[in-house]
Each structure stands twice: as structure tokens, then as C-alpha cells.
């Protein structure tokens, strides 16, 4: 049974920091491009960041600068730092991984106060 379980979200004030940590279990981790996904209300859910199996990373416009994601493999572990957080960056954020077939985690939510 595949799971992706998010972590690391909570309320932080415009400028501040958060890391998201996302753990998998069930698919061979190493092997998957992982993700971050984004929804806030009445938006439709858009990548923040992804990386590869071989640790090619793209990002949203919005956030490049400020988002970094890595993996541990030997963790099958994927995590988002944020800084500089903006109140637009408050929304539900979801895992995702992919090879042959997307998985979701539940979402953590995170949320920037002005």
C-alpha cells in the first residue's frame, strides 16, 4: 500500500520560514519524480516544485528564489524549504509521486499571515 505522508505545515508571518517533509512508503522512492502540489480556495491545484530521479528540479515562477526541494533516498523522504513566505503562498500543500502512476498524499496546510 502506497503512502505519502506530509508534514512540516502551520501558520508563519509574511518573511518566515517553513520545511515540508514528505515520507513514502510502498513504491521504490528512488525511481519516482516527487512533487509538491499547491490549492488554495476557489484555485485550481498547480506544481510548486518537482525532482527527478537523477535530482533535476523545476519550480513555479512563483517561488523560484525562495523554494528549495531535495530527496533523501535513504529516507524515502522528499522535502520543500520555503522562505520568504508570502500570503499568497497560503494553501493546501500535497506529495506527489510519480513513475508509472501519480500517488497523493493528504495535504498539509500552510498558511502566511500578512
Known amino acids: 500500500q502506497v503512502q505519502l505522508v506530509e508534514s512540516g505545515g502551520g501558520l508563519v508571518q509574511a518573511g518566515g520560514s517553513l520545511r515540508l517533509s514528505c515520507a513514502a512508503s510502498?513504491?521504490?522512492?528512488?525511481?519516482?519524480?516527487m512533487g509538491w502540489y499547491r490549492q488554495a480556495p476557489g484555485k485550481q491545484r498547480e506544481l510548486v516544485a518537482a525532482?527527478?530521479?537523477?535530482?533535476?528540479?523545476k519550480y513555479a515562477d512563483s517561488v523560484k528564489g525562495r523554494f528549495t526541494i531535495s530527496r533523501d533516498n535513504a529516507k524515502n523522504t522528499v522535502y520543500l524549504q520555503m522562505n520568504s513566505l508570502k500570503p499568497e503562498d497560503t494553501a493546501v500543500y500535497y506529495c506527489?509521486?510519480?513513475?508509472?502512476?501519480?500517488?497523493w498524499g493528504q495535504g498539509t496546510q500552510v498558511t502566511v499571515s500578512s
Open positions: 510502498g513504491i521504490i522512492f528512488s525511481l519516482n519524480t
Open positions: 525532482i527527478t530521479s537523477g535530482s533535476s528540479t
Open positions: 506527489s509521486a510519480r513513475f508509472s502512476t501519480d500517488y
